[in-house]
């Protein structure tokens, strides 16, 4: 036998019409990217394809299944940014992971929806209990791409870090985190929010959960009782700032964004708002009601900015952070949450120069800081144009995923209508008609699909819709889950 020929019979999966028996003809029209793709994937997950196993050379597949180059790179490269191949040049695309979600198990028993949706104002369990409900699809929002994170990318910062870290930098350090990371964020924020912070200025905090109950103890010891709300507005982060006493009046929120005359007639001394990206109607606080929720706070009122997702913006120019224009009168708060993952546990917060000596204080006797090893590592990627790169993958890929949604929610949900589409990780529908969107997302979890009902993001009553996130899934789970959704709904109606 040649040599040339035994080599690749060793090396390579035989290519060709019979590489996992693929029929193009079951791909949909404009379709074939995302067919092959979660045919590939399949194959991974299931071991068809091992780990170490060669795809065939793009050409001689595109070949072999009569579609265009393009088409089979395009599957390669959607694999490839979900880390479960790589191009090696010469050597061919190699299978180097299976997906994370491929776990050998017993079937789950089924989920108990009336548990999770019992009630349209949920108490503080309720995010834990659909986290943890059995689901096959999961559209909740907030949920970034937890596939895609940057493994190569964190292990090599993480060895760059080890190898220069002295035994000192072992013991304990400042609460408001290591100097590294203080002055990386400082110049992540100075170049994509607008923000000029001293580094001393950054307090490293466990997420902005652990930064808004850290702000409730300060703005509680002086004086402040009442936080103003948007409505809707996140539930969790209504939770959070109740649990630490602090009263959350509703202020009303529409296309432009916070409704600013209501704030200034409520009396509320301050204000927790998402003024890039509202949570969860998408909408961005308008130039004319940011000029006038500055000067409310310049006359004394305390804005407390959540950047929570501001980075993920596809249609639309970059917005300012408030925190730019008035840093006296600004809390701002933002994390790597939705950017790398929640694990992580890691965010910041900036506050006004009187109340930094009592935020620091509350952080010291919270938990002496953040863990230092993490810190050193997000830092060295933030340095290293690591994370920026990560940025625009991600950018990529949630586009497709958005748009994705955007047409299975026309194609199964007629009617409906999408709020929020040039930014963030999910989407708000409102739905036409009279349905309870609590009994909806029940009926959609009980057929394997978990979502969010709009109504426990409100504290007045509204319109009936539900909180779609997209990040974390690929176009075809979307599409499924949209049609699972729609079969709940007929069936309600």
């Given amino acids: 036998m040649d040599r040339a020929k035994l080599s690749a019979t060793k090396e390579s999966i ?7 028996q693929l029929d193009v003809g079951e791909a949909p029209p404009g379709g074939r990217a995302d067919w092959l793709a979660a045919r590939l994937r399949a194959a991974v997950a299931d071991g068809r394809v091992p780990v170490g196993a060669r ?12 579609v265009s180059r393009g088409v ?7 694999l490839t940014e979900d880390g479960h191949v790589v191009g090696r040049g010469r050597a061919g695309t190699v299978v180097v992971a299976t997906p994370a979600a491929v776990v050998t198990r017993p079937p789950a028993p089924p989920p108990r929806p009336p548990e999770v949706f019992a009630a349209r104002s949920p108490g503080t369990e309720v995010f834990d209990a659909l986290r943890t409900a059995p689901a096959e699809l999961d559209l909740t929002p907030g949920v970034p791409d937890l596939a895609a994170f940057p493994r190569a990318a964190w292990l090599r910062a993480e060895r760059a870090v080890l190898h220069r870290l002295t035994p000192a930098a072992f013991g304990y350090g400042d609460p408001t985190g290591t100097p590294a990371l203080r002055l990386a964020v400082a110049t992540w924020l100075a170049r994509n929010r607008g923000i000029r912070v001293d580094p001393a200025e950054v307090v490293i905090v466990a997420g902005v959960s652990q930064a808004l109950g850290l ?20 539930l969790g982060v209504r939770q959070h700032l109740n649990n630490w006493r602090l009263d959350t009046p509703p202020i009303p929120v529409d296309d432009r964004g916070l409704r600013v005359d209501r704030l200034e007639k409520s009396g509320a001394p301050a204000v927790m708002l998402t003024p890039a990206h509202q949570f969860p109607t998408g909408v961005v606080l308008d130039g004319d009601r940011r000029r006038r929720l500055l000067r409310w706070a310049g006359r004394g009122g305390l804005v407390i900015e959540d950047d929570y997702d501001a980075e993920h913006r596809y249609d639309r120019p970059p917005v300012p952070a408030l925190r730019g224009m008035l840093p006296d009168r600004v809390c701002y708060t933002g994390s790597v949450s ?10 910041w917060v900036l506050v006004p ?3 930094h000596a009592d935020l620091v204080a509350a952080k010291r006797m919270a938990d002496l800081g953040n863990a230092a ?9 933030m340095d290293s144009g690591a994370l920026e790169r990560h940025l625009r993958l991600l950018r990529r890929r949630h586009v497709r995923r958005r748009d994705a949604m955007i047409r299975a929610v026309r194609a199964h949900l007629p009617g409906a209508v999408v709020h929020g589409a040039a930014a963030g990780l999910h989407l708000l529908v409102t739905l036409p008609g009279e349905v309870d969107d609590t009994a909806l997302a029940a009926a959609a979890l009980r057929r394997g699909v978990k979502v969010q009902p709009l109504s426990w993001h409100g504290q007045r009553p509204q319109p009936p819709g539900l909180v779609l996130g997209y990040a974390a899934n690929p176009p075809t789970d979307i599409d499924r889950a949209l049609a699972t959704v729609a079969t709940a709904l007929h069936d309600l109606r």
């Fill in 14 to 20: 035989t290519a060709g019409a019979d590489f996992l």
């Fill in 55 to 66: 795809l065939p050379a793009s050409r001689v597949l595109a070949a072999e299944l009569g």
């Fill in 72 to 78: 089979v790179t395009e599957a390669y490269q959607r």
């Fill in 215 to 234: 702000l409730a103890q300060v703005l509680h010891a002086d004086g402040v009782h009442t936080v103003a709300v948007e409505d809707p507005g996140s």
């Fill in 338 to 347: 939705k950017l790398l993952a929640p694990a992580l546990r890691i965010g």
């Fill in 353 to 355: 120069p009187r109340l």
């Fill in 373 to 381: 090893l993490p810190q050193l590592v997000l830092a060295e990627l």
